[in-house]
């Protein structure tokens, strides 16, 4: 490093090209009670941005509910259709009160996603306290709804039927941790999707910035995971929605 750059800068000229910059959490709002920190953020900030688009995309266009819609009201009703499929098909019939939920969720996500390619913007699914938050909440409401629904006899999950007596105990282990592991792998797969790309595109676009002319391969190279990031993001938020879709039909099924 030349005598006198900054650290952590490489001597770019300031720019920093640092592939996990983009993960800082930045507070834009400090707020201190006691010993908690609740400052406002860069995650929260984009987090609020996500909520006012799905809230603008559905409220806005569908307000005066064309025969032939538009654009945007065209989109509003592909997501509500891809939800309303995916809860019908992973849940059953009885799965369709919890629409609202799956939506939010869906939509938050898949918004979140999207933004995140958005240069200057901030990925919160980057972050594994985000995403475990998220699976924590489906875990338990997915929990809650089976004993609400089974009482104790939700118990039964945790053997398969007919399964042999002196097997009883393994088969249960098995189960209960495969149960107890769903969101930690729920939120794992997504955050480490969005992580590993948006270090694997920063990091390809400093090379580009370094070797100049020479850059061109790492530029094609980037173009082409960029197009491929935008699939992951719509992929990564689907998959999430469904496996919670899944669990809620293993909530109100027991299968």
Excluded at 58 to 82: C, F, N
Excluded at 140 to 153: D, K, L
Excluded at 223 to 245: G, K, P
Aim: a neutral charge.
């Amino acid at each position: 490093m030349a005598e006198g750059a900054p650290a952590g800068h490489g001597g770019t000229g300031g720019l920093n090209l640092h592939p996990l910059s983009q993960f800082e959490i930045t507070p834009l709002i400090p707020i201190q009670v006691g010993d908690l920190n609740i400052s406002y953020t860069n995650s929260s900030l984009w987090m609020t941005i996500a909520v006012v688009i799905v809230f603008a995309l559905m409220a806005l266009p569908t307000r005066g509910r064309a025969l032939v819609p538009g654009r945007m009201q065209s989109v509003a009703e592909i997501l509500y259709e891809t939800t309303a499929n995916m809860l019908r098909e992973s849940a059953g019939r009885e799965g369709r009160q919890y629409f609202p939920f799956i939506f939010a969720l869906f939509s938050f996500l898949l918004v979140g996603n999207l933004q995140g390619m958005i240069p200057g913007s901030f990925t919160f699914t980057s972050h594994l306290v985000v995403t475990f938050a998220l699976a924590l909440v489906v875990w338990g409401g997915t929990t809650v709804i089976g004993f609400a629904r089974h009482g104790a006899g939700f118990l039964k999950f945790f053997l398969p039927p007919g399964a042999p007596t002196w097997a009883a105990p393994l088969l249960v282990l098995t189960e209960l941790i495969s149960y107890l592991s769903r969101p930690v792998s729920l939120a794992l797969r997504l955050f480490a999707n969005m992580l590993v790309g948006h270090t694997l595109l920063k990091t390809l676009g400093g090379f580009v910035f370094v070797l100049g002319v020479a850059g061109v391969v790492p530029l094609a190279v980037n173009v082409a995971i960029t197009a491929l990031e935008f699939l992951v993001a719509v992929l990564q938020a689907y998959i999430f929605a469904i496996l919670s879709c899944i669990y809620l039909n293993d909530a109100l099924h027991m299968h």
